[in-house]
């Protein structure tokens, strides 16, 4: 099983920012705002400088890029103690929620019959977008949904249209998962299931073993959904902010 500071730098990985700069073994990322793992400081590792010194580069970092000071620090870690010492709260008012659980599990655990309706894209169509982000993308969800090497856009469709979408993205033997989304008068006949059931087998032919999905701690359909495939919980992380911001 993956270490923790592993697992987070795929996760980073699989979810590229427009701008990632390191700060040491830390991560300095931008995205035009879109989402809080593409715009925050990812404090995994050693920063290579004193964590008051760098959370001052995170601020200058977030300054220059015109987004608001955060940083993604796993629940426990030992920079937690040392984040909060330095004046950084948690940020409870974060659009997502404050806390995320990473959860993990092996891509076996997802077999279910094939779905003829499931369809893995090598690219987003209209539809998925609609689903997955807005009709009509920014550059930065562009971005951050669509670099990669392996990134699948998984869907339902039906008559044309596409009814759940989710995105794949293979990292070394990690698939990671994300942005899995129904239509409000398509849930609960199965098609969460039957969505993820697929991106699995198209992990599987891209050299995945095991999944991970990052999933706000509040999301409890989301966590039992992910639980019933044989998913559990490797730890958690929470974004924190200046006091000063």
Avoid at 26 to 51: E, I, M, Q, Y
Avoid at 122 to 128: I, L, Q, R, T
């Amino acid at each position: 099983m993956l270490g923790v500071t592993e697992l987070e730098q795929r996760c980073a990985d699989a979810w590229p920012a427009l701008v990632d700069r390191p700060l040491g073994q830390w991560r300095l990322r931008a995205a035009g705002g879109f989402t809080g793992r593409a715009n925050s400081a990812l404090t995994t590792g050693d920063p290579g400088v004193p964590v008051r010194e760098a959370l001052a580069e995170v601020i200058d970092f977030a300054t220059v890029n015109g987004i608001k000071p955060a940083a993604h620090v796993v629940v426990g870690a030992p920079s937690e103690a040392e984040v909060e010492a330095a004046g950084w709260r948690v940020d409870v008012d974060h659009p997502g929620g404050a806390e995320s659980l990473v959860m993990t599990g092996r891509l076996d655990g997802f077999a279910t019959p094939k779905h003829a309706d499931v369809v893995v894209f090598d690219a987003p169509v209209p539809g998925w977008w609609e689903l997955a982000a807005q009709p009509d993308p920014t550059p930065a969800q562009r971005h951050v949904l669509t670099s990669g090497d392996r990134v699948g856009f998984g869907a339902v469709v039906r008559d044309g249209e596409v009814l759940a979408a989710v995105r794949g993205a293979v990292v070394g033997d990690l698939l990671h998962v994300a942005r899995l989304a129904v239509r409000p008068q398509a849930r609960r006949l199965g098609l969460a299931r039957a969505l993820m059931a697929g991106l699995a087998a198209w992990g599987v032919d891209r050299g995945a073993t095991t999944c991970a999905l990052q999933v706000a701690e509040h999301n409890k359909p989301a966590i039992t959904l992910y639980e019933s495939l044989g998913c559990a919980e490797h730890h958690r992380y929470r974004y924190w902010v200046s006091n000063h911001s």
